[in-house]
């Protein structure tokens, strides 16, 4: 972006009051240009000496709105067909004091694709008063929530203590904990680490189960219709004979003891590792009739009562124990009534119950009148509702079940008493109730706490779904609000990010983790990126101004925990039952141990970065070249496979050499190592001119990775037209040097690069024994063996001591110093999917997308024979480009066949030829921010006309049909 585009530009805005309209002013600042799209924050202030109720804004943008928050589109008073829009404020930032100022964020696409106009013209509107909408989320985007809901359960997966099934998914995660109990004389092993720690809460363990089940018992399709019902199960026995341990029982079945706690905080959170290498002592906590607990044995009860609805249909003798437990826990908590912190001071730092007992006592109630069906408990739970109702300025939590009780009270019920607690706690979270409202983050996160903030957003957003289907939605309010919350945790804010680990758009990768991050010299600095991958982990979240540090240091924000994803991966359900999404990738697939480093990119922040961004981003990687002087970015729109990114290098005009070409920098691999085979993929844009020749990643080595001396390396070079071969350098001190450049062409043909094309690159590396002529180099291009060079020379006498020690990316035009070398115009690369192995990598066969044009290849072969067609073609007229019809699941050759709507006014019936093997979606919208589905149809059988019809349409309606082949 040029320098004059980051200059805020002052324009004339309306401003709309209770007393007559006064001109007022707004900043734009111009914060980030994509190429085709940009995105800017606008700053509101009210320049009078009088407050305003709201404010009013248009805005000529040159391209449509993809994407807006804390604002809202005036659809009446808009035109988008000429990109002329009035854009005004929501129901909570439209009130603003003399002197006091608002923002909110919009992403443009320009219509000429050019990027941010020079300047941006607003003018004043009508002053009528403002009809604010509810409160908006962040940019609307769509996501695969069975993609998120496997990896929320994936999560659990990695807190799991004690001795692991055979065949466990999660291959850097062991047995840990086995003498957990002992101290006591009783087996306590199993259950889950709480956090990022390893010590085992009862209290926050117990609910999250509960919230867990909940959402099965709710949306059991929502787990059954992705594949992951058998999932939750196994993580729900697991918390269930893990409760079932810790309950002591006399012999006519009454509660004796329940051990609330193993390990002590302290001295756990003393020690910075993996669970599996503990050594410090767990002690284990109990409460019994003289020490008691009713809010963790209540809590206990209605989890072991809960998880027995979800296992029910399928295991009835299992589920009916598990409610025999819940019930001596019950009657334990109800006669034997106390606090348990108090009676495990171990605990209290931790997880002090600041909410009492009286709320568990309800909620557990509640849970066993929902899985015996026996009116008694209902009872029992409406006897002690009246010591709870009546709060709403908080949160359902680990601690306090008030709310959580109302919303379950209410559906289970349906008294007045309970939909009006339920509904005065949510309009807290939604409108507002007696002047207070949660506050608000400028990109629409409700923003209740600073410590997780998220996991109080989506459990709140868990309850309004539940509400929202069961009881009331007034408006629609809270089933927006909710799955506004958990858009926003999954990409859908002013940054774009994602805030769980392994999933979307620059997602988390150092929350705060021992088993995550791995250190195995106990500091939480060392390694500077965690060595796994957390799949699934919800972060605490962002600060009150949608701000986010990825530093697992800072546990407020990168924090995460069972309670942050139990409310969150039930949502994740109940938006994956509306949705249909189905699972898309394998993400979980186990780590191969003979892999020494593995990149594909996909979790790094998407576009450019400078030394401090990347460096920490590449295992002991302490210098760089290329991002400070803006030659490296992480881009999107091209990938080796079917999505995430890519590493982007401009080489510029004139450049040559590495000081000003292309990027390098060192990868450590933990060595020494003497052989070792690594992989990437390559592709140079459509138009690269290779010039004479330039260098291309391999590996390097010295004595060690922290000691160079003897360094070599032996990298890649591509030259003229894009031929390949190895480049050696061998080390300085050799007494025999076997020269530097070797073709790959001993194969029976010449390896050679073609622009526009996706390679797979392996190079096999095995050094000699000093003075022995007995080392090895090998290629393989795009899986096909192209160069062997047996009896190779790395090292001798005086260099014996060198390795292979690290990965080396190096890439820039040049061979020489000589200017006919230089690039002749500004060229890019892109580089993907690195891994280094101690055993043959392999071709992973052609990339889906070898030529990068967004349609895959097998679709254009099947429609066209070859992959040549361009995605903005239109081949059979129908005014729907190839990537359109892709898209849509119709045929481009075909003008017949193509996605139509027949709106009929009258009654607004959508009228849509279908197809054969194709899902449907129709959605409303009033802002074309936020949209609601309506109904949804497919995979259908065979062709078919489809109707939708929506008889609550507003004055300004917009519908959209989404169309999909599973």
């Given at each position: ?14 401003a ?10 707004a ?5 980030d240009?994509?190429g085709?799209s940009?995105?800017?924050t ?7 000496a009088?407050?305003?109720s ?6 000529q ?15 009446g ?13 929501l129901?909570y ?8 100022s608002?923002?909110f964020?919009?992403?443009v ?10 300047t ?5 509107l ?10 908006g989320g ?7 929530y069975?993609d998120a809901?496997?990896?929320s359960?994936?999560f ?29 004389g ?21 609910f ?8 099965a ?9 992705c ?23 006399n ?6 003891v ?7 905080g ?16 767990r ?11 009713s809010?963790?044995a ?7 009562a809960s ?13 009916a ?11 334990f ?14 605990a ?15 909620w ?13 408990w ?10 709870i ?14 709310y959580?009780?109302y ?6 019920d ?18 507002g109730h ?17 410590w997780?903030s ?5 459990t ?5 779904f ?7 939605d ?12 958990i ?14 680990c ?15 991050h791995a250190?195995?010299t ?48 039930a949502?994740?359900?109940?938006l994956r ?22 990149e ?39 990938v ?5 990114k ?6 510029p ?5 590495s ?6 920098w060192?990868t450590?691999l ?18 690269f ?21 003897h360094?070599?390396?032996g ?5 003229e ?26 194969e ?5 690069l073609?622009p ?20 090895l ?11 062997s ?45 690195f ?14 997308d070898?030529?990068?044009d ?14 040549d ?7 059979d ?22 996605t ?15 197809k054969?093997?194709r899902?449907?979606?129709l ?14 149809h ?29």
């Amino acid at each position: 972006m040029s320098s004059d585009l980051r200059k805020p530009i002052t324009i004339a805005l309306a401003a709309v009051f209770l007393t007559p309209a006064l001109a007022q002013t707004a900043s734009i600042s111009l914060d980030d240009d994509y190429g085709d799209s940009y995105k800017a924050t606008v700053t509101v202030t009210n320049d009078s000496a009088s407050p305003i109720s709201g404010w009013r804004v248009r805005m000529q943008l040159g391209g449509p709105i993809r994407s807006l928050w804390k604002a809202e589109v005036e659809s009446g008073e808009s035109d988008p067909d000429s990109f002329d829009f009035a854009i005004r404020n929501l129901s909570y930032n439209g009130s603003l004091a003399a002197g006091e100022s608002t923002t909110f964020g919009l992403i443009v696409d320009p219509d000429n694709g050019t990027g941010p106009p020079s300047t941006l013209t607003a003018e004043a509107l009508s002053s009528d008063p403002v009809d604010p909408g509810d409160p908006g989320g962040g940019p609307d985007e769509s996501f695969n929530y069975a993609d998120a809901l496997r990896r929320s359960l994936w999560f659990y997966d990695a807190q799991r203590s004690g001795e692991l099934p055979d065949g466990f998914r999660i291959p850097w995660r062991g047995d840990a904990g086995l003498s957990d109990g002992a101290d006591v004389g009783i087996d306590l092993t199993g259950g889950f680490h709480d956090a990022g720690d390893h010590v085992k809460f009862g209290l926050p363990m117990a609910f999250s189960m509960t919230m867990l089940a909940w959402g099965a018992v709710e949306y059991p399709d929502g787990f059954s219709g992705c594949g992951e019902l058998d999932e939750l199960r196994s993580v729900l026995r697991w918390g269930a004979d893990y409760l079932k341990r810790c309950h002591v029982r006399n012999p006519d079945g009454s509660t004796d003891v329940f051990y609330g706690q193993v390990g002590d905080g302290s001295l756990d959170h003393a020690w910075w590792g993996p669970p599996e290498s503990m050594v410090m002592a767990r002690p284990s906590f109990k409460i019994d009739a003289t020490s008691p607990g009713s809010d963790l044995a209540a809590e206990s009860a209605a989890a072991l009562a809960s998880i027995a609805m979800v296992i029910a249909p399928e295991s009835p003798a299992e589920a009916a124990e598990l409610i025999d437990h819940a019930t001596a826990l019950y009657e334990f908590a109800d006669l034997h009534r106390g606090v348990y912190s108090d009676s495990i001071p171990a605990a209290a730092p931790f997880y002090r119950s600041w909410s009492g007992y009286q709320d568990e006592l309800v909620w557990a109630a509640a849970w066993l009148y929902r899985a015996t069906g026996d009116p008694a408990w209902l009872d029992r739970a409406k006897a002690t509702y009246p010591a709870i109702s009546g709060s709403y300025d908080w949160g359902l939590s680990w601690d306090d079940k008030r709310y959580g009780c109302y919303v379950l009270m209410a559906v289970l019920d349906g008294g007045e008493t309970y939909r009006a607690d339920a509904a005065r706690w949510l309009d807290f979270w939604t409108i507002g109730h007696a002047e207070a409202r949660v506050p608000y983050t400028p990109g629409g996160l409700a923003y209740l706490d600073a410590w997780g903030s998220l996991r109080y957003a989506t459990t709140a957003a868990f309850c309004a779904f539940v509400h929202a289907d069961h009881v009331a939605d007034p408006d629609g309010r809270y089933s927006t609000f909710a799955k506004a919350q958990i858009d926003y945790a999954l990409g859908s804010n002013p940054d774009r990010r994602s805030f769980v680990c392994g999933f979307g758009r620059n997602p988390p990768v150092n929350p705060h983790h021992r088993a995550a991050h791995a250190s195995e010299t106990g500091d939480i600095l060392d390694p500077v990126t965690n060595t796994h991958v957390l799949y699934g982990a919800l972060v605490g979240g962002p600060g009150p101004d949608d701000s986010y540090d990825d530093d697992r240091s800072n546990f407020q924000q990168s924090e995460v925990a069972l309670d942050y994803n139990a409310a969150f991966t039930a949502a994740l359900a109940r938006l994956r039952s509306v949705s249909g999404d189905m699972v898309s990738d394998t993400f979980d697939q186990p780590e191969d141990p003979t892999i020494v480093f593995r990149e594909n990119i996909d979790t790094f922040p998407t576009g450019a970065h400078t030394d401090d961004t990347w460096i920490p981003l590449w295992p002991g990687t302490k210098w760089a070249n290329g991002p400070d002087e803006g030659r490296v970015e992480i881009d999107e729109s091209i990938v080796a496979g079917d999505f995430g990114k890519s590493v982007r290098v401009l080489y510029p005009q004139g450049g040559q050499q590495s000081a000003n070409s292309g990027a390098q920098w060192f990868t450590d691999l933990g060595g020494p190592h003497e052989e070792l085979y690594m992989s990437y993929w390559v592709r140079f844009d459509e138009d690269f001119d290779f010039v004479l020749g330039g260098k291309l990643p391999g590996l390097g080595g010295a004595v060690s990775f922290e000691d160079r001396t003897h360094e070599w390396s032996g990298r890649l070079m591509w030259r003229e037209n894009g031929k390949v071969e190895f480049y050696i350098h061998v080390p300085s001190d050799n007494l025999y040097d076997p020269g530097d450049r070797f073709w790959w062409n001993t194969e029976g043909f010449q390896a050679t690069l073609v622009p526009g094309r996706w390679h797979h690159i392996e190079l096999r590396l095995r050094l000699n024994a000093p003075g022995q002529f007995d080392g090895l180099m090998e290629g393989w291009f795009d899986g096909v063996k192209a160069a062997s060079y047996p009896g190779f020379y790395f090292r001798d006498a005086p260099t014996a001591d060198a390795t292979i020690a690290w990965m080396f990316f190096s890439t820039f035009f040049g061979g020489s110093s000589s200017s006919i070398w230089q690039a002749t115009k500004d060229e890019h690369a892109r580089f993907d999917g690195f891994v280094v192995s101690r055993q043959r990598i392999g071709y992973p066969g052609p990339p889906p997308d070898a030529d990068g044009d967004r349609l895959p290849d097998a679709w254009e072969v099947l429609h066209f024979g070859n992959t040549d067609s361009r995605a903005d073609g239109d081949p059979d007229g129908d005014g729907q480009s190839n990537l359109d019809e892709h898209d849509g699941g119709t045929d481009p050759l075909d003008a017949s066949d193509r996605t139509s709507l027949l709106l009929s006014p009258d009654d607004l019936r959508i009228s849509l030829n279908a197809k054969a093997g194709r899902r449907y979606w129709l959605e409303r919208s009033e802002n074309l921010r936020t949209w609601t589905l309506l109904r949804s149809h497919g995979p259908l059988a065979t062709d078919a006309a489809l109707d939708f019809e929506d008889s609550e349409q507003g004055a300004a309606t917009f519908y959209r049909v989404r169309t999909a082949r599973p």
